[in-house]
T-cell receptor
């Protein structure tokens, strides 16, 4: 089982739609969780961190379920500018090390007019 | 504010040639990383550094070497390029360890080995 798995996508949705991305991770020792956004032929950029209590930033809501080892990202009222690839990222720490970020393969979103 | 800058942005190498990719950050970050991104594979960590003068292996270190002689610079070397090293390379830096703060990425280097 891969360490971080995401929906394969691509997701093609109309403007205004609500879209949900799912992600599972295999290492129960994972400490930190993030969603990054990557535009075509650009570098990844942090979209939001994911906290156990869940967190919201405008149209974006992230949820974490540690028991199920599951992370989600919900985008409401999607805009054309939301078209990008969304990367689920997990920090996995080994012993006393600072850990490393493990990236999922990403899910491509295309928002159409 | 430049952030993380990678040079070059594009390069074509012949098999067996060597090259060095340069990453520079102006945010005074302790931690720096080199990733490669291949279609269908996601980002994979090659090497990383937790401070000036230190380096460590990541997930896919074979065929690469790195150096961190100055805090702001992290160099990735390919001693004898192979077609399997055709990829997009991203450098990143962060203030704390990767779990503790946002990672900022450079714009990437597109490398083709023929």
């Amino acid at each position: 089982r891969k360490e971080v798995e995401q929906d394969p996508g691509p997701f093609n949705v109309p403007e205004g739609a609500t879209v949900a991305f799912n992600c599972t991770y295999s290492n129960s020792a994972s400490q930190s969780f993030f969603w990054y956004r990557q535009d075509c032929r650009k570098e990844p950029k942090l979209l939001m961190s994911v906290y156990s209590s869940g967190n919201e930033d405008g149209r974006f809501t992230a949820q974490l379920n540690r028991a199920s080892q599951y992370i989600s990202l919900l985008i409401r009222d999607s805009k054309l500018s939301d078209s990008a690839t969304y990367l689920c990222v997990v920090n996995i720490q080994y012993g006393g090390s600072q850990g490393n970020l493990i990236f999922g393969k990403g899910t491509k979103l295309s928002v159409k007019p | 504010n430049a952030g993380v800058t990678q040079t070059p942005k594009f390069r074509v190498l012949k098999t067996g040639q060597s090259m060095t990719l340069l990453c520079a950050q102006d945010m005074n970050h302790e931690y720096m990383y080199w990733y490669r991104q291949d279609p269908g594979m996601g980002l994979r960590l090659i090497h990383y550094s937790v401070g000036e003068g230190t380096t460590a292996k990541g997930e896919v270190p074979d065929g690469y070497n790195v150096s961190r002689l100055k805090k702001q610079n992290f160099l990735l070397g390919l001693e004898s390029a192979a077609p399997s090293q055709t990829s997009v390379y991203f450098c990143a830096s962060s203030y704390h360890g990767q779990g503790g703060s946002e990672a900022f990425f450079g714009q990437g280097t597109r490398l083709t080995v023929v």
